[in-house]
């Protein structure tokens, strides 16, 4: 069986798409490479991303033709359908940025992911209307479209229309790199490679309104353990510098508080995993899930910002609050109490079972082999 993938940013850029795209790739690679896998992009170009997904040998990528001038039409209209036609794809998996139009009344087998159903995250207002208007349009003729929560799930029917048969719910998975094992003799190692302290939490993610990390300060502000710290992976932006520094001083909490830009992939399991707690301060978007679940398996003491879409993914395996005064004290409870701890990390790693590689490609193979009957009943 070939696949073919659709997506402009499903590998060149670094966003949760391209997250998705390169995630799903590696499953499905891995746990059946007997069948082929062909990306199609209409960026002609290369990166690091993108060498270690083709590294496989049932990967390939294609990109449009040198002497096709407009390749995003060739992306969106019937350009890309010839070239899978002429490839022999038997059916086509086109992520968050539509279907190519061309598909539309041609019973070819397709599949339509929406990893952030109201593209709330895709930019200004202009580009989130043409993308929410070429989804509607996907969902009319896909033979399948695939949410990754339940709250998406409903989300699209409601939002889209679309027939709730036609709509499954696939999680992703966690991170290979999440399995790796650390010595005990690596985290001195590691503590003095970024100048960590004793004890912190940990937060990950982007310096903005939106993922909340002045919450995250002010449950920190709360914590009875006031030798606790607090560690923020990210790259530093105007807002950090202005509001995010002004409001550590504000909470007396800045000589706790250590930012670093960046952690090797290859350490990030232990930094992970030598941490009190990692923190998720805001569980509304897709790489919300992906922290949520990599944090699990990384075998990270998670509490996040409880939501219906937190607690779908992070089961009875992460401390849930409403507000920072619940959150400060339900971990305060937990970091006294080893029980309790021990029992939230053992829930945690068999509730992160839900999320391999392996389930994820399972569940995905099952879905493009429905399709391809579909057809082939319709055909008869």
């Not at 937060?203 to 923020?232: C, T």
């Not at 004290?329 to 701890?341: I, R, T, Y």
């Amino acid at each position: 069986m070939v696949v073919g993938y659709g997506g402009r940013r499903i590998i060149m850029e670094n966003n949760d798409t391209s997250y998705y795209g390169r995630i799903l790739i590696k499953a499905l690679s891995t746990h059946y490479p007997d069948n082929y896998y062909i990306l199609y992009s209409p960026q002609n170009e290369t990166n690091k991303r993108l060498t270690a997904i083709i590294n496989a040998d049932s990967v390939r990528i294609k990109f449009p033709r040198n002497h096709i001038h407009n390749k995003n039409r060739w992306y969106t209209h019937n350009g890309i359908v010839r070239s899978a036609k002429a490839h022999g794809v038997n059916a086509f998996h086109g992520i968050d940025d539509g279907i190519a139009s061309g598909f539309n009344g041609s019973n070819f087998p397709t599949v339509f992911t929406m990893t952030d159903p109201l593209y709330k995250n895709s930019g200004g207002w202009m580009e989130r209307m043409l993308l929410q208007r070429r989804a509607r349009k996907a969902c009319k003729f896909t033979k399948r479209v695939i949410a990754l929560t339940e709250v998406d799930r409903q989300l699209i029917i409601d939002h889209y229309h679309v027939n709730p048969d036609l709509v499954e719910v696939v999680h992703p998975c966690f991170f290979e790199g999440c399995d790796d094992s650390v010595p005990e003799n690596m985290h001195d190692i590691i503590r003095e490679k970024y100048h960590l302290p004793e004890k912190y939490i940990l937060y990950k993610g982007r310096f903005n309104d939106e993922d909340n990390l002045v919450e995250a300060m002010k449950l920190l502000h709360e914590l009875r353990d006031s030798k606790i710290s607090i560690v923020v992976l990210g790259y530093r932006t105007d807002h950090f510098d202005k509001v995010i520094k002004e409001q550590a001083h504000d909470l007396h909490v800045f000589h706790r508080f250590k930012q670093v830009d960046k952690v090797h992939h290859a350490d990030l399991t232990a930094v992970c995993k030598m941490a009190q707690a990692v923190i998720i301060p805001n569980t509304e978007r897709a790489r919300d899930c992906y922290k949520l679940i990599n944090a699990q398996r990384s075998g990270g003491l998670v509490i996040c910002k409880d939501s219906p879409r937190a607690r779908e993914l992070g089961g009875d395996g992460a401390i849930y609050y409403s507000n920072f005064h619940e959150g400060a004290d339900a971990l305060s409870d937990v970091l006294e109490n080893p029980n309790k701890k021990a029992a939230i990390f053992q829930a945690a790693r068999d509730n992160s079972e839900r999320f391999t590689g392996k389930v994820l490609a399972d569940h995905m193979i099952h879905i493009y082999r429905s399709v391809l009957m579909h057809r082939r009943l319709f055909q008869e």
